[in-house]
């Protein structure tokens, strides 16, 4: 039958875990992944920092890792710690949207549809060829007239 612990019990087996686990001599955990799995943890742990609150010292130890993991990954700082170096940035982010072209959902990295190819609008999906019901044109930051902001309109003429 399971056991039901109370507050206390649960108490005095924390302390005793915590007791051993940060002892000096505690015995360190060894373990080796495949490179996707490191991956795979990079990015869910940084988007564990996004969290507003996250802020105490177990994000610094887990920050502390992932920024090392990273490191032993790409010692020389070429593409791919550049590219998990990007999980940190949350601006760096690829966006999904629904193409208003073709009608897929896709991911954009570089200003176009990567199905039907066209230039498309990063926050509505409208291409070349499928513009706004309301009719919209491109501003310089490659987002429509549609999405973009008043002055940015204005900017535009
Ligand atoms: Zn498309
Ligand atoms: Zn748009
Ligand atoms: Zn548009």
Redesign the pocket.
């Known amino acids: 039958m399971k056991k039901i612990l109370t507050f206390d019990e649960k108490m005095r087996i924390a302390d005793l875990a915590a007791t051993k686990l940060f002892a000096p001599d505690a015995r360190p955990v060894i373990f080796e992944m495949d490179s996707t799995a490191a991956v795979a943890l990079i990015g869910q742990l940084q988007l564990a920092f996004r969290h507003p609150e996250n802020t105490g010292r177990t994000r610094e130890i887990t920050e502390n890792f992932v920024r090392n993991l990273i490191e032993q990954m790409d010692p020389d700082h070429g593409d791919v710690y550049e590219f998990l170096m990007m999980g940190f940035n949350p601006e760096m982010d690829a966006v999904s949207v629904l193409c208003k072209n073709c009608r897929q959902f896709v991911t954009i990295a570089d200003g176009h549809c990567p199905n039907c190819m066209e230039s498309i609008?990063p926050r509505?999906g409208?291409t070349d060829s499928a513009?706004?019901s309301e009719g919209?044109f491109w501003l310089p930051d490659g987002i429509?007239?549609?999405?973009g902001s008043v002055d940015l309109v204005e900017q535009a003429g």
């Open positions: 609008c509505c409208c513009a706004c919209c429509c007239s549609s999405c």
